[in-house]
């Protein structure tokens, strides 16, 4: 087996445990009749597109890894190239405002167990600190190809915020409907 194909084993592996555990939560942007949220037409630190921010109290100690992020094109099409970034911030960047989508447990059995991660759409964040990491920094064709989907987890500590920029370089946003998939995992306190 190649290394690629190695690691793809072990993150499926792992994504299953999850599962199995109810430490995976999904949340998607659409419904039968849902048309997707309109991106920005340009960069701004403080209007994500997606902010993602850990709520976790100190008992349950739990990271926030982003294991899966998928963007398409729906609606209204990007009128020019556009942006994709992702940003990781150990302070919760939420300031108000955004559509909160709640994230369902992967395994129906712990269905009443409530995911710690809270997920906005279009929301208003708190300036860019010096705690900020950019992890992804993209500018694509007009189309790109209208998937994005991450090669590597994003972590996120047990406070913080990941924060997903969409974003036009001049004309039209795009309309984007939005997958994503999070793993909750406990914090070894010895580690």
């Known amino acids: 087996m190649t290394n690629e194909g190695t690691q793809n084993a072990a993150k499926r592996s792992r994504r299953y445990a999850a599962s199995i555990n109810g430490e995976r939560y999904f949340t998607v942007s659409e419904g039968p009749t849902f048309e997707g949220f309109t991106a920005q037409t340009g960069f701004d630190a403080t209007t994500p597109f997606i902010l993602i921010r850990n709520e976790d109290v100190p008992a349950a100690d739990k990271r926030t890894i982003l294991d899966s992020l998928l963007l398409t094109q729906v609606g209204l099409v990007a009128s020019s190239d556009f942006g994709v970034a992702v940003v990781v911030d150990t302070v919760d960047r939420l300031a108000a ?95």
């Open 97 to 191: 405002g955004g559509t909160e989508v709640t994230p369902v447990n992967a395994n129906p059995d712990k269905r009443d167990q409530s995911a710690v991660s809270r997920v906005y759409m279009n929301p208003t964040a708190t300036a860019a600190g010096t705690t900020q990491k950019t992890v992804i920094n993209l500018v694509d064709a007009a189309n790109l190809s209208d998937i994005l989907e991450l090669a590597e987890d994003i972590v996120m500590g047990e406070t913080g915020s990941i924060l997903i920029y969409v974003f036009s370089n001049g004309g039209t946003a795009p309309t984007l409907k939005t997958s994503i998939s999070h793993i909750e995992e406990q914090i070894d306190a010895h580690a």
